[in-house]
């Protein structure tokens, strides 16, 4: 199962997101709800660093599907859209698949 939990500051600002995780929905390679989570975190995190100046924390380990964002202090409002868009995507996900391959976890920091 892939576990997303997604941090937001204490004015509901989403700035950070760690998934780790496999969904386990068919074999590597033919996971389409591995795949579409992997598609859109990734390209969340290519967009803010295309798109926009803003600095970020990056660290990843293949292995345990493991990926940790965060947003630097300074940050834009192009950057907040983008995973706001993220989290449009994952909950379409969670809402298609349910929670057996994918949680979608909310946390205030």
Known sequence: MIQITILKNQVNEYTAF?????AGYA???????CA???VLVI????????????????????ESGRIDFSLKDGYSKESL???QS???GLQG???NYGTEYMTLIFKEV
């Open 27 to 33: 074999d590597p390679g033919e996971d389409i709800v």
């Open 86 to 88: 993220l989290v449009l």
């Open 43 to 62: 390209n969340t995190i290519n967009s803010i660093e295309h798109f926009t100046s803003d600095e970020f924390d990056l660290s990843t380990d293949q």
């Open 36 to 38: 579409a989570v992997s």
């Open 18 to 22: 760690r998934c780790i995780g496999h």
């Open 81 to 83: 859209l983008f995973i």
């Open 93 to 95: 996900i969670q809402k």
